[in-house]
């Protein structure tokens, strides 16, 4: 029984769009999985940007703490002022209060900055919270798309499988080792059509001898890339 063309230009078509099919089957639980680790991402940076904000509070809440500390000994040491019984305790009390008022100067600065810099980090939260919340949605959506999409996949796939099944049995029974051998190693591009004596597949001539068999109908193999060709249209 001889190999026609038409047979193997079919089978060849069956196999690309199922390798088509199949590359989109995966591709969409890949696509899931990376929005998904970027999700995740946000997740990340949401916890951090909030324990930032909560470690700055604490840190504006000591610096506070610390200014009211600061701010207590200076009344304390301004009461012991006038009980001062010498000029040397006196300078040195007034130097104290003057030093401490000066640290407390310091201090209510670093506090209002530490206060603007809180308020820009809970902006940074919202922002953050908003990406996070709208990438959800999206993949939420997303996976719903892929979902409804693999499912017609599954459906093509599997009548194209059963078309292949019926195109295959068509050929030579003593050829279809040879020819599952091919598929199984190359898939799709184990077939190439012959256009013009050249081998579509790899681009090499081929022999003219090789373009009879394949006009008698006899199954041949590209000598350079090992595909099974079949002659293209006359």
């Known amino acids: 029984m001889a190999l026609s063309a038409e047979l193997l230009q079919r089978l060849h078509r069956i196999h690309r769009q199922l390798s088509d099919l ?3 089957q995966e591709k969409g639980p890949r696509q899931v999985k990376a929005r998904e680790a970027n999700s995740a991402k946000l997740d990340v940076e949401l916890a951090a940007s909030q324990e930032t904000v ?10 506070q703490l610390d200014l009211k500390s ?4 200076i009344a304390d ?8 019984s010498n000029n040397k305790e006196y300078q040195t009390m007034t130097d104290q209060i003057a030093a401490a008022t000066m640290a407390g100067s310091v201090l209510a600065d670093e506090i209002l900055e530490t206060m603007e810099r809180i308020d820009q980090l809970e902006a940074v939260v919202v922002e953050v919270k908003e990406r996070l919340a709208a990438g959800k949605t999206e993949l939420s959506k997303f996976r719903d798309v892929v979902a409804q999409e ?6 093509d796939i599997a009548r194209l499988e059963g078309e292949l099944g019926d195109a295959e049995k068509n050929l030579p029974a003593d ?7 091919v598929i199984r190693g190359k898939g799709a591009d184990g077939m190439a059509k012959m256009e013009d004596g050249v081998c ?7 022999t003219l001898n090789m373009q009879n068999h394949l006009l008698m109908g006899k199954p041949v193999f590209c000598t350079a890339c090992g595909r099974l060709l079949y002659a293209g249209e006359r």
């Not at 693999?150 to 459906?155: F, K, N």
């Open 77 to 84: 040491w301004q009461v012991k002022l006038n009980s001062c």
């Open 150 to 155: 693999g499912q017609l996949i599954a459906a």
């Open 200 to 206: 579509e597949g790899c681009g090499k001539q081929v």
């Open 70 to 73: 600061n701010e207590s000994r």
């Open 175 to 181: 050829f279809r080792e040879d020819y599952r051998r």
């Open 22 to 24: 199949r590359e989109r």
């Open 54 to 63: 909560k470690q700055t509070k604490a840190l504006s809440d000591r610096k």
